[in-house]
C-alpha cells in the first residue's frame, strides 16, 4: 500500500515528512473533530457530493468552519488526486479538528481548525464481495448524535476490535435488540424480497453508500424500508448485508453461530452490488 507524498492541509500542500501537529491539538486530546472518507475509483471520486456534504453538516454540528468554502474543498480535492497521480483505486482521508489551543474543554476564543487530506491505494475487496464475510452483535454503546462522524470512535474501535480477534468482518451494533448500524459500515437486513435498515435518525451515521442502495433500491422496485430491524429478526432473515465507502454492498453469511438464509450470498445483496458496480464506473 503506497501512502502518496502530498498532503492537502488548511494552508496548503506539504510533504508528507513535513506534516506535524502540536501537542495541545484539540482532535487528539479531546476528538474535537470530524472526518470523512472518501472512494476513488480509476482516478475519480464516488459519491463526492454527498461526502462533501456530509462534512459540511457535521462541522455545522460541532460549530467547526470548514477552513475552505465549498467550491474551493471540491477544487483542493480534485488536485490533490492530481499531484498524487492517482489512476487507480484509493481513499482519500480528510479530518478537520479545532486546533490547538492551550489545554481548555471549553472552544479556544479564535479557533484556528487543523485540516489534512491523504489519499492511500485501497484496491476494492473483491474476494470477500464473492464469498460473503462473518460478523458478530455487539451493544450499542455509543453516544445519541453518531450522524456527525466525529473522531471519538472509541466504541467503534472497541466493537470492531472484538469482531477482528473472533475472526470476523464487523460488529453489527444494537440497541436492546434493535439494530442501529456496525462498527463502520451501515447494515440491511432482506426478507420477503424487501429491504430494511435503520431510519437515518440522529443515532446512526448517514452513509453515502446508503442513500446509494436507496437509490438502487428505488431504480429495481425493491422496497427500501426505513425501520429498525430486531436482533430477533435476523435467524429468519434470507440475506443481510452491510455498506460503507471502503466494504462497497458486502454480504453478511453467518452472524455469530447463526448461518444467514442457505450460507451464500443472496439475490438481493447480488443485484445491489451490480448496480453499485454500474453507478461506481
Ligand atoms: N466508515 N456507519 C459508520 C459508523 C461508519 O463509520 C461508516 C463509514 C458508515 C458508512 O458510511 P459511508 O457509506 O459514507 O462510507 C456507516 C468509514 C468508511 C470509516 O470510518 O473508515
Not at 70 to 79: F, N, T
Not at 83 to 98: C, E, F, M, S
Not at 258 to 280: F, H, M, S, V
Given at each position: 500500500m503506497t501512502i502518496y507524498n502530498q498532503i492537502l492541509t488548511e494552508k496548503e500542500f506539504v510533504q508528507q515528512d513535513r506534516l506535524t501537529y502540536p501537542f495541545e491539538e484539540r482532535g487528539l486530546q479531546f476528538g474535537d473533530g470530524i472526518y470523512e472518507v472518501i472512494r476513488v475509483y480509476n482516478g475519480s471520486y464516488y459519491l463526492i457530493?454527498?461526502?462533501?456534504?456530509?462534512?459540511?453538516?457535521?462541522?455545522?454540528?460541532?460549530?467547526?468552519?470548514?477552513?475552505?468554502?465549498?467550491?474551493?474543498?471540491?477544487?483542493?480535492?480534485?488536485?490533490?488526486?492530481?499531484?498524487?497521480?492517482?489512476?487507480?483505486?484509493?481513499?482519500?482521508?480528510?479530518?478537520?479538528?479545532?486546533?490547538?489551543?492551550?489545554?481548555?474543554?471549553?472552544?479556544?476564543?479564535?479557533?484556528?481548525?487543523?485540516?489534512?487530506?491523504?489519499?492511500?491505494?485501497?484496491?476494492?475487496?473483491?474476494?470477500?464481495?464473492?464469498?460473503?464475510?462473518?460478523?458478530?452483535?455487539?451493544?450499542?454503546?455509543?453516544?445519541?448524535w453518531c450522524y456527525i462522524k466525529s473522531l471519538n470512535l472509541l466504541p467503534n474501535v472497541l466493537a470492531k476490535q472484538?469482531?477482528?480477534?473472533?475472526?470476523?468482518?464487523?460488529?453489527?451494533?444494537?440497541?436492546?435488540?434493535?439494530?442501529?448500524?456496525?462498527?463502520?459500515?451501515?447494515?440491511?437486513?432482506?426478507?420477503?424480497?424487501?429491504?430494511?435498515?435503520?431510519?437515518?435518525?440522529?443515532?446512526?451515521?448517514?452513509?453515502c453508500v446508503r442513500l446509494g442502495i436507496e437509490r438502487f433500491c428505488e431504480e429495481e422496485s425493491i422496497p427500501f424500508i426505513e425501520k429498525a430491524f430486531h436482533l430477533d429478526d435476523i435467524q429468519n432473515a434470507d440475506e443481510i448485508f452491510l455498506s460503507s465507502s471502503t466494504a462497497e454492498v458486502m454480504p453478511i453469511i453467518q452472524i455469530g453461530e447463526?448461518?444467514?438464509?442457505?450460507?451464500?450470498?443472496?439475490?438481493?445483496?447480488?443485484?445491489?452490488?451490480?448496480?453499485?458496480?454500474?453507478?461506481?464506473k
Open positions: 457530493d454527498e461526502h462533501v456534504e456530509r462534512l459540511y453538516r457535521s462541522a455545522d454540528a460541532i460549530k467547526l468552519t470548514v477552513p475552505y468554502p465549498k467550491e474551493d474543498l471540491y477544487h483542493h480535492l480534485e488536485k490533490l488526486l492530481k499531484v498524487n497521480d492517482i489512476q487507480g483505486d484509493a481513499k482519500v482521508y480528510l479530518q478537520i479538528t479545532r486546533g490547538s489551543a492551550p489545554r481548555d474543554h471549553a472552544f479556544p476564543a479564535i479557533p484556528q481548525p487543523n485540516m489534512y487530506a491523504y489519499v492511500k491505494d485501497l484496491p476494492r475487496p473483491v474476494e470477500k464481495l464473492k464469498t460473503g464475510v462473518h460478523a458478530i452483535t455487539q451493544p450499542d454503546v455509543r453516544w445519541d472484538t469482531a477482528k480477534e473472533q475472526g470476523c468482518f464487523e460488529a453489527i451494533l444494537h440497541k436492546e435488540g434493535e439494530v442501529t448500524e456496525c462498527s463502520s459500515s451501515n447494515v440491511y437486513l432482506v426478507k420477503d424480497g424487501k429491504v430494511h435498515t435503520h431510519p437515518p435518525k440522529k443515532n446512526i451515521l448517514h452513509g447463526q448461518t444467514i438464509g442457505n450460507g451464500e450470498p443472496g439475490n438481493i445483496t447480488r443485484t445491489l452490488q451490480k448496480c453499485y458496480e454500474k453507478d461506481a
